[in-house]
């Protein structure tokens, strides 16, 4: 089964940098990652150049709260997704 779906989130610019929303198209078939601010598209991450090493490694978080309302998706060199669920 493949998953494509939107979602809303803040993205994380780094310490001296300001935080945006952006919406955040998550499409498994293509293995990649779209994210778009005001309906233009900002960048795209393509998954599937990742190395399969523990360096280049995907990772996503759920937060540790009694709500867990909060995802995080980190990809190598590319900024940090905080995502309200």
């Not at 945006?20 to 393509?46: G, N, Y």
């Amino acid at each position: 089964m493949m998953f494509c779906g939107v979602l809303l989130a803040v993205e994380w610019l780094g310490h001296k940098h300001v935080s945006r929303t952006v919406l955040i198209t998550l499409d498994e078939a293509r293995q990649r990652i779209v994210i778009a601010e005001d309906k233009k598209v900002m960048r795209t991450i393509d998954l599937s150049k990742l190395e399969r090493t523990d360096n280049e490694r995907v990772t996503v978080m759920l937060s540790a709260d009694v709500e867990m309302k909060t995802l995080l998706i980190r990809v190598p060199k590319e900024y940090d997704l905080v995502c309200p669920i």
